[in-house]
């Protein structure tokens, strides 16, 4: 019984894990978007002047 439990325990820390990883990954690829678009527009702004 406790070995079954054991596993649905780490199972379930897996599962944390990954949702936060996903959620941390998807806030700093948000950021890097931001950031290179801005860098993007800065320079076509440059070059087209």
Excluded at 24 to 45: D, E, M, N, T, Y
Aim: proline share 0%; glycine share 8%; with cysteine.
């Amino acid at each position: 019984m406790l070995i079954g439990l054991l596993s649905i325990q780490s199972i379930m820390d897996l599962v944390l894990a990954g949702i936060s990883l996903m959620i941390g990954l998807g806030v700093f690829c948000f950021i890097a978007s931001i950031l290179c678009s801005a860098a993007f527009f800065q320079h076509a702004k440059l070059v087209s002047a």
